[in-house]
């Protein structure tokens, strides 16, 4: 699987958009970019995942550069509960027939911290 | 739906004792995961199953043990517990569609 970059920590004012970068130089064309998030020491929580058109839910956009190496997170007002880990990870899975792999592996991710 | 079940919550291992950790899922998902998540790092994979009866290393493999043991349940098994071990355990599961974690397991290794 390809290997992901993100800035080990950040700050952002509450109310105001949090961007965060990922760099994945190397993905694949059949892998996605997933997002998830980890507050304190609970579980991470999944955000956002694409292929390679941009994406936005409820909680978040995802913003995917056209060649694919770049993406963006970007929480629209933070608020002092999206104070987290960000993890950015690429995956790819294969089912081929009598063979199946399905790593999944995250990096250190970025500390973001919403500022009052 | 529970989701992704851990037991225990907690656990207090002495140096050389044995134990398992188990997962299960009710979400019918094929994929099934064992992470590890030291104080202040990221989480590092231990073992995957990627479909019932199929089991690989990830990236940090040493002194555990796996079992698939059907499709809803995978446990993880220290059989010689090290001070080295002392960390939060998390499982996930998924099938086409994000990691699902459970609430992980504290384990100390005294």
């Known amino acids: 699987d390809a290997k992901t970059t993100q800035p080990p920590s950040m700050d952002c004012a509450e109310g105001r958009a949090a961007n965060l970068p990922c760099n994945h130089s190397?993905?694949?064309?059949?892998?996605?970019v997933y997002w998830y998030r980890q507050i304190h020491s609970q579980g991470p929580q999944y955000i956002i995942h694409?292929?390679?058109n941009n994406e936005t839910n409820e909680m978040a956009s995802l913003i995917i550069t056209e060649d694919r190496k770049s993406s963006t997170l970007i929480l629209p007002h933070a608020t002092l509960r999206d104070t987290a880990v960000y993890y950015c990870?690429?995956?790819?899975?294969?089912?081929?027939?009598?063979?199946?792999?399905?790593?999944?592996?995250f990096g250190p991710g970025t500390s973001l911290s919403v500022i009052p | 739906n529970a989701g992704v079940t851990q037991t225990p919550k907690f656990q207090v291992l002495k140096t050389g004792q044995s134990m398992t950790l188990q997962c299960a899922q009710d979400?019918?998902?094929?994929?099934m995961y064992w992470y590890r998540q030291d104080p202040g790092m990221g989480l590092r994979l231990i073992y995957y199953?990627?479909?019932?009866?199929?089991?690989d290393k990830g990236e940090v493999p040493n002194g555990y043990n796996v079992s698939r043991l059907n499709k809803r349940e995978f446990s993880l098994r220290l059989e010689s517990a090290a001070p080295s071990q002392t960390s939060v355990y998390f499982c996930?599961?998924?099938?086409?569609?994000?990691?699902?974690f459970g609430n992980g397991t504290r384990l100390t290794v005294t």
């Open positions: 199953s990627a479909s019932e009866g199929t089991t």
């Open positions: 990870i690429v995956r790819v899975a294969s089912f081929a027939p009598k063979t199946s792999y399905d790593k999944v592996i």
């Open positions: 694409g292929l390679k």
């Open positions: 979400m019918n998902h094929n994929s």
């Open positions: 996930a599961s998924r099938e086409d569609s994000p990691l699902h």
């Open positions: 190397t993905i694949s064309g059949n892998e996605y």
